[in-house]
């Protein structure tokens, strides 16, 4: 079938880059764009509609939780990873609530 497409939101230079070469090296993936801020990444994604949004919790301006929110809301068939360096539970719950389909955490040390 096609590769799934995915868009990278992540604010930290490194991290983007890293997520966004492994998506490049999976087979099955295509990475669509990568974006350091979620305004920036809202008024892409509801013209590409990706399948997947690797989407950080932390984001300048506004945060991963409600751009979360704004795809599962106007594109529900998106679905929303969400990256985060803490454990927090509400904070993941949250997540959840506001329509994320599953939270990947990142390691705190630089890998």
Aim: charged residues 20%; aromatic residues 4%.
């Amino acid at each position: 079938g096609a590769p799934i497409r995915v868009v990278v939101v992540e604010d930290n230079d490194v991290v983007r880059t890293a997520l966004s070469a492994i998506v490049r090296m999976a087979p099955d993936l295509s990475l669509c764009a990568a974006f350091e801020d979620g305004e920036s990444a809202i008024q892409y994604l509801a013209m590409v509609k990706p399948d997947v949004v690797l989407m950080d919790m932390r984001l300048p301006g506004q945060s991963g939780i409600e751009c979360a929110r704004w795809v599962h809301l106007s594109m529900p068939e998106t679905r929303v990873i969400m990256l985060s360096i803490e454990e927090d539970s509400m904070t993941v719950v949250n997540a959840l609530e506001a329509g994320a389909s599953g939270y990947l955490l990142k390691p705190s040390e630089p890998v």
